[in-house]
Structures are given as C-alpha cells and as structure tokens.
C-alpha cells in the first residue's frame, strides 16, 4: 500500500465531514496523532484516517489543521 504524500507530508481525511487535509510526521508527533479538523473541528486520529490516494489536492496543512495538545 502507498500512502499519498507529497515532500514528507501525509493526505488524512475527517471521519465526521470527510475533508481532506495534509499532515505531516512532525505535526502527528506533538500531538501524539491527534489532529482537529479545519473545517467542522472534530478532532480525530490522523494516522487512522490516512488516505492512500488523494480524490482531489487537499489544501495545506497550514491552512486547514489545528494540532490540539
């Protein structure tokens, strides 16, 4: 299985709206996984949700990903 990625950064998807977003290994690790979604802010495990083949090019994890500590 390959995972989308593009340059070290991983496509997770919200299990509750299905927005799809970019993360990457250093962004799960502060977090311990745990990602909030930028659109409807469930937070939710990335790496349970990641996407192997992106439907469309998510947004930048910048602008749609809240890390919660």
Do not use: W
Request: aromatic share 2%.
């Amino acid at each position: 299985m390959t995972l989308a990625s593009t340059s070290n950064t991983m496509v997770t998807r919200c299990p509750k709206c299905s927005t799809a977003f970019r993360i990457t290994a250093a962004q799960l690790e502060s977090a311990k996984g745990a990602v909030r979604c930028g659109s409807c802010l469930h937070v939710f495990k990335a790496q349970s949700h990641l996407v192997t083949k992106p439907a469309s090019v998510p947004a930048p994890a910048n602008q749609q990903t809240c890390i919660s500590h």
